[in-house]
Each structure stands twice: as C-alpha cells, then as structure tokens.
C-alpha cells in the first residue's frame, strides 16, 4: 500500500462512489467530486451556533405561525378564516382521510419533529457536551429532511390566493408572514447545518 | 495529475449512507453496521432497480385519475363546477395569472411527467449497461431529486381553499377524489427517486455482476 493511505481520510462521492481523499477548505469553500461534480462537502463557519439561532427563531416563528389564522376571507359580509390545522379538519371531515394526513404530515408534523431534533441535538453540542443517541438523531434527521415541505406549502398559499381575490376580499393574516419567515429560517438553517462537523464533535467529546 | 479512479465498490470498502465514514466492507451475507454511527452499510442500496421501477410503476398508473378525476368542487348560487388540475391552470390563464398558470401547470403536470420519464430512463440505462452520458444522467439524477418536492404545490391550494371557501350558499369548495391519487403520485415518485441509487450510473457492467 502506498505510505500516503493514512495521510488524510477517505471519503466516498455520495453520488458515484469514487473514492477520494479529503482536503481542508478555505472559509466558504465547497469540496466537489473529481469525476461526476457533485458537492462532496463544504466548510460552514460556526455551524452548530448559526443552525441552532436558525433553528430557535424558526420554531418560534413556527408556533405563531400555527396560533393565527393564515388568511381570512370575506364575501357579502360573511367572513371565514383559517389556521393550517383548521384546513387540515377540514379535510379531514370531508372524509379526505389521506390528503389531510399528508398535509399534516409535511407542513406540521415532519418539520416539528425536524425543528425538535436539530434543538436537542446542537444546544448541548454548543457547551461541547453530547446528547444521548445523537447517532440515531441524524440518521432520524436525514430521513425526516425531505418530506417537510413549509416552502412549497408557502407558494401554495400564495397561488391560493391569487385564485380567491378574483372571489372575495382576502386578508393575510399574522400567520402568513410568520410562514414566510420560517421558510427562510429552515433554509439558512439547513444551509448552515454541517453534520460533518457534528461527527467530528462527537468523536472529540466521547 | 491522473491519479487511478478508484470507487469504494472497487477497493472493498463501504461508505455509510448516514455519516459518510469509509469502512471496510464485510463478506457477503453477513449483516454490516458502521462502526461509527450504527447504520445498517450497503455498498449499494438494496434492490435499487426493482423498488424504483414498483414505485415508478404505481406512480404511473395514479398519474392517470390524478389528472382526469376532479380534485375539487366549487359550489355556490349559480351551481357547482368541478376542476381537474389542468382546468385549474386554465382557469388562472383566463383570469390573467399567467405567471402562476405557468407555474402551477410546470409544478403540477410537467415536473411529474418529467420525473417518472427520468428516472425511467435512469433504470433502463442501468439494466441495460449503457456507459455513455454518465455525466448528463448524474445530472437529470440531481435536478430530479431537487424538483420533484414541489409537486405538492396543487395539493396545498386545495387545502387552502377547502378550509376557506366554507360560506354557506354562497360558495363552498370541496376537494375529490383527484387529490388523493396526485397525493400519492407525488409521495410514489419522491419514493421512487429515493430507491434509486445514482452509484449504478457509474457502476461497469462487471460490478454490477459482482
């Protein structure tokens, strides 16, 4: 074996498998595979500290979010307003059992349990302590990412909107800008979010 | 600098799908974990190519009643209208939302059509052993990952306007039975890209032999 195999740790291409070596990077710098480009990695300044004010400003935004109503309408003096969980009643006793379920699913319950994850799993990172089953949290994390759906649930929204003003008067309510609030917060958050560097801290900590 | 192009595959070693550690891979039949986060190892995700084309499979024959069933029904005074997903973006053309009725008819019709036809081509590619365009096919692999969530963007105007549009005789909007099988086309081909594995594109016909 040549001398330089224990120099720097391997890593694979998550997209094609080519075995290559890890490189430190500059501030900002994004690491991409030699043979098919795509993104191996990249270098997140204070990560765990930026995700985790991402993250809490997010579930914050997120409970006003869930509290008011998202828009309200009005015909001929007759008003209605609805929060997301009324919509998801809605639904459901229209007996679309599964439409309501998977609107609850994506716009609720996946990114709670995402939101809750992420604060169990870096506010104790930041004092350089480790929470228990941290291993089981990401993989958790991973699996749970890309079924919350709050920024296409955000552009829904609007095209709804759109198609109601030719109905009624609407009125966005508080929910809806707190909606698009925590749209951007879970992208910067997982923009930020560097489960590299969150391995690498567990290793250190144990 | 021409360093060998070696894969993981090709050394004997596995890449953890959840913390990206290298490690050596175990001998066949034997049940490996990774050492450092526990996750079950595969050097490739198992049964790639038949779960993607059961998904790919169902998701096509949704993709019919998702389109020609109704997924909502408007009441009011003057009767009541049902609309498909196509007669939604017409009716936002007619109303002068062009840029919405584009948008909604590439999130709603386009991006699914796309994403099954891809990912069809993908899996045939690789059953076939074709070695060429392995860039271009990593790269349809990528954008069909990024896309395909916002698809659900019709799903959510329906639930908008259910919970709204409740005003007695004056108007009241019900979703149908459409919704549902978009739903499910949606979380089909979302599931079908997820058991595809983009490695195969790369793979020769040898390792995919063993």
């Known amino acids: ?206 | 600098m021409s360093a060998p192009r070696l894969s993981a595959l090709d050394l004997g070693l596995v890449s953890c799908q959840v913390c990206a550690l290298v490690s050596r891979a175990a001998p066949a039949g034997v049940a490996a974990h990774c050492p450092r986060c526990g996750a079950a190892l595969h050097a490739r995700r198992p049964a790639s190519l038949v779960r993607t084309w059961a998904f790919l499979i169902a998701a096509a024959i949704l993709y019919l009643p998702a389109n020609l069933l109704p997924i909502m029904q408007s009441s009011s005074l003057f009767g009541a209208q049902r609309d498909t997903i196509l007669s939604g973006v017409a009716f936002l053309w007619d109303s002068g939302s062009w840029v919405l009725a584009v948008l909604v008819f590439f999130a709603s019709i386009v991006v699914p059509l796309l994403k099954m036809l891809a990912l069809a081509v993908l899996a045939a590619t690789v059953q076939l052993d074709y070695a060429r365009r392995r860039h271009q096919r990593a790269r349809l692999y990528r954008m069909i990952e990024f896309i395909g969530r916002w698809s659900m963007l019709d799903i959510y105007v329906v639930t908008i306007l259910v919970a709204l549009v409740q005003l007695g005789v004056f108007a009241s909007v019900t979703a149908e039975a459409g919704a549902a099988a978009f739903g499910a086309v949606v979380v089909l081909t979302m599931f079908a890209a997820m058991a595809f594995d983009p490695r195969l594109i790369w793979d020769t016909a040898k390792d995919r032999r063993g």
């Open chain 1, 1 to 206: 074996m040549p001398r330089d195999l224990t120099a720097r740790p391997l890593i694979a291409c998550r997209h094609c498998d080519l075995l290559q070596r890890e490189v430190p990077l500059p501030e900002g710098g994004v690491a991409r595979c030699r043979r098919c480009d795509a993104e191996l990695y990249r270098s997140h300044p204070r990560s765990v500290e930026r995700t985790l004010a991402f993250t809490l400003a997010a579930a914050v935004l997120f409970a006003i979010a869930n509290s008011f109503p998202i828009v309200g309408l009005e015909v001929q003096g007759v008003h209605n307003a609805s929060t997301l969980i009324g919509a998801v009643r809605s639904l459901w006793d229209q007996d679309r059992v599964l439409v309501a379920s998977l609107v609850f699913a994506t716009t609720l319950l996946f990114p709670t349990l995402e939101l809750a994850a992420m604060t169990y799993l870096l506010a104790p990172l930041r004092g350089g302590r480790v929470a228990p089953g941290v291993p089981q949290l990401l993989r958790f994390i991973q699996a749970v990412k890309p079924w919350g759906m709050v920024e296409v649930f955000m552009l829904g929204v609007l095209v709804s909107l759109v198609k109601l003003a030719h109905l009624a008067r609407v009125e966005p309510g508080v929910s809806l800008w707190a909606f698009g609030g925590v749209m951007l917060l879970l992208a910067a958050a997982a923009a930020s979010f560097d489960a590299r560097e969150v391995w690498a801290r567990v290793r250190v900590a144990r």
